[in-house]
């Protein structure tokens, strides 16, 4: 692909890219005065009411491939905002809007300045690295921005309950008091609670609601709306000193996310900024030695560049995982659900399922200790998608390899300084050793036929210039023959895509530690509710299993299936949840179910409002740690593409040219000598 080609191409998408805003604004203006004509979309009827946001949201969903991206923009809003379509929408079309100018930006500069794949790929890698930036900056704002308002949200409810001590009114009235995104939230609580259909407007409403300390305060109140509120042994209101123990945990929280980005800040500029200079990099270094253009224009010059974009890139994924941990994509789940329901895909999967039963079993096992909520199957699936990349993307790259290395042959220089002959004629000898190979090439022609050919033609006039100039054509044409694709190639590919097979699942021992945490988080929010529900005469273990259900993420297939078998055998069913999952603190809450029946709920679980606060304790000295060891763990993440850039692209090529060039030295005060 050369600069011509590219500069075309550029042209062309920048052209089309002009015609299709100038079409989307002529489809906008059309919408415009489509709507001016009904009364519906007038305030009245002398003005026409321009909802640009909203018009564009509409014309951009009918885009094929405009559409997905949109949608996940809309799915992740109306997490946030529930029941809001057009704020939604308008959010959803500013962020395609931003990210649309940064594309065009962009492209005129990587592709108008540079000509070649490598430019090309660089602006795809920071397109997405672009795209998923500011997605992730946008709604990590509003995430933090709806704990800010909860937090003030709880301080007012608390005010309000204290003075009249009715709940639903307490919540009516701080709603009115706070914005959106919270006042949309406080609205969907203030529903189920006065609704008749509570229970199905409570089922929709947890299938999306993205906060934990939502759903805490949720089932807080819908436990005191059921039962009432009671008096701790202090003698003070449920109610109350759990909305105090929760605000607590909001407090850590933002000051955990505030410190996150504090020393996450930059991290990812790091991360994807060398790759950038690797083409600075080779040109300053071809310039300074012209010999190391057979290195990086050659195998192991691809293989570097390709490495280091793949390390890049996946140094950026696991920097994103460490600084905020997200649930797995829905879309991906879907995705993976889909294909795991296709006739051919689904018999594969069963015939693999019955001959490796006990390795599936083990690798559910890691699934679930490592808190991945995709099924094994699926699992597997995307583990064979990723091998199927790996192997298509080594192959492509092996193919590009033999033809870089082929057109390098081709087109090198050859420096004749050791024949005592001018830079002149040693660049006319240079160009005619190139034109005799473009011309014998694919033709079986002997070292004989070509310098008979090359002292008949005469256009070399030295004998010993045409003697090397053969020599050079000849081993020209061998090392172009040479370059196919060969058997242990298509070994390493294998191997290559067994290696990336296993990338899912080196990314779940990579965040084993995170997932602890969010275990004990987890484990933590069921004790809030233990706490709520010990309080009320009639828990036992049957309701704190269906709460727990509710509330849970991580541990939610097992205590589904414990709960549906608690009518059966209650003692049975909760020690096979305790064998299911082994982790210790969530192993002490099933040991207090088991003696509930003895003792009662609330002698069983007497000292869990203590561990509870001396876990708060040691939760605010536990973010410190985890800060920091994320923190180490990121800037190591952040600074391996750089150090690979430096020591691998930089320095070792001239090392090797280096030793190179001393070996061919000594041998020649070796042959001198002898």
């Not at 491939?65 to 057009?86: C, M, N």
Request: one cysteine or more; glycine letters at 4%; hydrophobic letters at 45%.
């Amino acid at each position: 692909m050369d600069n011509i080609f590219m500069i075309r191409l550029a042209a062309g998408l920048l052209g089309i890219f002009v015609l299709l805003i100038l079409f989307l604004m002529f489809l906008l203006r059309k919408q415009i005065e489509y709507r001016g004509t009904y009364s519906i979309f007038l305030k009245d009827r002398t003005k026409v009411s321009r909802d640009y946001w909203y018009i564009l949201y509409d014309l951009l969903s009918r885009i094929i491939f405009i559409r997905a991206f949109i949608k996940s923009l809309t799915e992740r809003y109306a997490i946030l905002y529930p029941g809001e379509v057009r704020l939604i929408e308008k959010k959803a079309v500013k962020v395609t809007v931003k990210l649309w100018c940064i594309v065009v930006v962009m492209l005129a500069i990587l592709l108008l300045f540079g000509g070649t794949w490598y430019y090309l790929w660089l602006s795809i890698f920071y397109l997405y690295v672009a795209g998923n930036s500011i997605v992730f900056w946008e709604e990590g704002r509003e995430r933090k921005k709806l704990l800010e308002q909860f937090d003030i949200f709880l301080c007012e409810v608390r005010e309000y309950y204290q003075s009249h001590g009715i709940l639903d009114e307490a919540i009516y009235e701080a709603m009115q008091n706070t914005d959106k995104p919270l006042k949309l939230h406080a609205g969907c609580i203030y529903d189920i609670l006065t609704s008749s259909e509570s229970e199905r407007k409570k089922e929709e409403y947890l299938s999306y609601v993205p906060d934990k300390f939502i759903k805490t305060f949720l089932a807080l109140c819908l436990i005191i709306n059921t039962y009432g509120d009671t008096k701790t042994e202090e003698g003070r209101s449920l109610l109350l000193v759990n909305i105090a123990h929760l605000r607590q945990e909001i407090h850590m929280e933002i000051l955990k996310r505030s410190k996150i980005q504090y020393l996450f800040s930059g991290l990812t500029f790091v991360t994807v900024l060398p790759v950038l200079f690797l083409k600075a990099i080779e040109n300053w270094a071809v310039i300074s030695l012209p010999q190391l253009i057979n290195f990086y224009r050659g195998t192991a010059g691809i293989l570097l560049m390709a490495v280091i974009f793949l390390i890049t890139f996946f140094s950026y994924q696991l920097l994103m995982a460490l600084r905020e941990e997200r649930k797995p994509s829905q879309r991906e789940a879907v995705l993976l659900e889909a294909l795991e329901n296709r006739k051919s895909i689904r018999q594969i999967l069963d015939s693999y399922q019955y001959k490796n039963y006990g390795k599936l079993l083990k690798k559910q096992e890691f699934l679930r200790l490592h808190g991945e909520n995709l099924g094994v199957r699926q699992f597997i699936l995307k583990s064979v998608l990723f091998s199927i990349a790996g192997f298509l993307i080594c192959s492509l790259l092996s193919f590009y390899i033999h033809g870089a290395n082929r057109k390098l042959e081709l087109t090198r220089n050859i420096n004749y300084s050791d024949s005592a002959i001018s830079e002149e004629k040693a660049m006319a000898l240079s160009l005619a050793v190139i034109n005799y190979t473009n011309k014998f090439l694919g033709s079986n022609i002997t070292s004989e036929e070509i310098t008979r050919i090359v002292e008949k033609e005469a256009k070399i006039k030295e004998k010993y210039l045409q003697r090397m100039a053969s020599e050079d054509i000849y081993a020209r044409l061998k090392a172009i023959e040479k370059e196919y694709f060969k058997w242990y190639e298509l070994l390493a590919v294998f191997l290559a895509a067994w290696g990336f097979y296993y990338i899912p699942s080196f990314r779940l021992l990579l965040l084993k530690k995170v997932r602890q945490r969010d275990m004990e988080d987890e484990v933590f929010s069921f004790q809030s509710i233990i706490v709520i529900l010990r309080n009320i005469k009639r828990a036992d273990t049957e309701i704190i299993i269906e709460w727990m259900e509710e509330f849970s993420y991580i541990f939610q297939s097992s205590v589904r299936e414990c709960s549906r078998k608690l009518s059966i055998d209650e003692r049975e069913a909760l020690e096979e949840l305790k064998e299911k999952e082994p982790f210790r603190p969530f192993c002490k809450i099933v040991d207090g179910l088991q003696s509930s029946d003895k003792l009662g709920v609330y002698k069983a679980f007497e000292d869990v409002e203590q561990e509870r606060n001396n876990y708060i304790d040691k939760r605010a000295l536990d973010n410190e740690i985890a800060i920091q060891d994320k923190s180490i763990l990121g800037k190591t993440i952040a600074f391996v593409p750089f150090i690979l850039t430096v020591g691998l692209y930089l320095i070792l090529p001239f090392v090797t040219e280096g030793l190179r060039m001393y070996k061919v030295y000594m041998e020649q005060i070796n042959g001198i000598g002898g």
